[in-house]
């Protein structure tokens, strides 16, 4: 079992910069790909972006592409994403997602494990 836990999220300003973590337990964090999704309210859950196991591969939706960025720490076993140039449209629930050694998709029921989520809320 992995255990996930977002933090990071709160009220930004348009324009501004918000990093989120994924802190994993449990199982070997640096076996797991990560991937990030949102969820807007009276909106369905969209992929974000994405990591490989390996951390060697990157993947980013349109929307977000050149905006925000994935990372992770092995070390700390957390997974990261880095919101920059905000937009009120980015407003959502953000969640973090693992399967094990996978690359990345953005179909939920690809990822094994979820999070509760953390509130991001952009104003304009």
């Known amino acids: 079992q992995v255990q996930l836990v977002e933090s990071g999220g709160g009220l930004v300003q348009a324009g501004g910069s918000l990093r989120l973590s994924c802190a994993s337990s449990?199982?070997?964090?640096?076996?797991?790909?990560v991937g990030w999704f949102r969820q807007a309210p009276g909106k369905q859950r969209e992929w974000v972006g994405g990591?490989?196991?390996?951390?060697?591969?990157?993947y980013y939706s349109d929307s977000v592409r050149g905006r925000f960025i994935v990372s992770r720490d092995n070390a700390k076993s957390t997974g990261y994403l880095q919101m920059n140039n905000v937009k009120p449209e980015d407003t959502a629930v953000y969640y973090c997602?693992?399967?094990?050694?996978?690359?990345?998709?953005?179909?939920?029921?690809?990822?094994?494990?979820w999070g509760q989520g953390t509130q991001v809320t952009v104003s304009s």
């Open positions: 997602a693992a399967v094990v050694r996978g690359y990345w998709s953005d179909r939920e029921n690809y990822y094994n494990y």
């Open positions: 990591i490989s196991w390996r951390g060697d591969n990157t």
């Open positions: 449990g199982r070997t964090f640096s076996n797991y790909a």
